[in-house]
């Protein structure tokens, strides 16, 4: 397939690219648009074989439901069969933006997106070219990453390219992602909130907004529900690169040296002792001594670390990395998005 990329950096590519999205979308077709957390991959979310396509080109296991991206509260309010005070008090204050709201599923709303659930995921992003896109539809749009399942998640057009560009038909080029890593994801069926996927909106900014003290199970724990899952991300397994990734605290670079040697892949290979099929990405304790010749400084600050941190991943593949050590992150809740994603990258 032959893949058309549309630029939007003066405001008439923008309108050009805006139109040739909503055309394809309209044809029931699947469209890579970006959003400010990552790209993702979009249809019509009331067609049940687009969001269908979306699964094949993904490979994405049908079991794990997908966010419904709305630019309004009114069309957010027709995706749900009820909506709860809580949420319009967390658009209040978080809407447009990185957050996802799971509530009641309404009867427009197919299994394909929910995974057979009762409830719906539901996010307004802030990015402009996405929320263009959804305001000419008329419809709200289906649009897990961009990527293959399990793999890395996109934040710059190429990465798409690299992943999907094969297979599908058109990619927008938005810019860079500007939060950089997925939505904060939180289930407020209940009572109380319950994060289900940490992101960049911390628990504790929900809950004062929510003006609670406590997650519905009384400990900040996420909680575990039986029957269909309620949201992406879940999977023990995920946002990975090809590259082995291991999270390692260290005092210096003697130290690092040391417990490099005792690491292992899943395989049960060892690493190198020159270390030179391994990228180490730091923030704070730099190991500047020459013994590791592949070296990248994310900034010591969450947000700057989240932008960062996909795209540093995927240059690390690019550049044929075997093992990715990454410096652990402060355990603060500003960091817990960034946490969760490592940790699922590295399992």
Known sequence: MSTVLLPTYTPALFLIAVREAVRRLRAGEVVALPTETVYGL?????????????????????????????????????????????????????????????????????????????????????HPFMQA?????GFPLAAPSANLSNQLSPTGAHHVQGQLGDVLGCIVDGGQCQVGIESTVVDITGERPHVLRPGMISEAAIRAVVKSDKTADGSGSQRISRGPVRSPGMLQRHYSPKATLR???????????????????????????????????????????????????????????ARALYGELHRCDEAGARWIIVEAPPATPEWAGIVDRLRRAAA
């Open 247 to 305: 999270v390692l605290t260290w005092k210096d670079e003697a130290d690092l040296a040391q417990q490099l040697l005792a690491v292992t892949d899943p395989a049960g290979g060892s690493m190198d002792s020159s270390f030179s099929d391994l990228q180490v990405l730091a923030h704070s304790v730099i190991p500047l001594g020459g013994r590791f010749p592949n070296i990248s400084v994310i900034p010591h600050d969450a947000e700057a670390f």
């Open 133 to 137: 896109v959804i305001r000419e539809c």
């Open 42 to 126: 979009a249809a019509n979310a009331l067609d049940e074989d687009a969001v269908r396509r979306i699964f094949a080109i993904k490979g994405r296991p049908a079991h794990n439901p997908v966010i419904v991206h709305v630019a309004s509260l009114a069309q957010a309010r027709e995706c749900a069969s009820s909506w709860p005070p809580m949420a319009d008090v967390l658009a209040a204050a978080f809407w447009p933006g990185p957050l996802t709201v799971i509530v009641p599923r309404s009867h427009r709303i197919p299994d394909a997106v929910t995974a057979g659930g009762d409830t719906v995921a539901i996010r307004w992003p802030q």
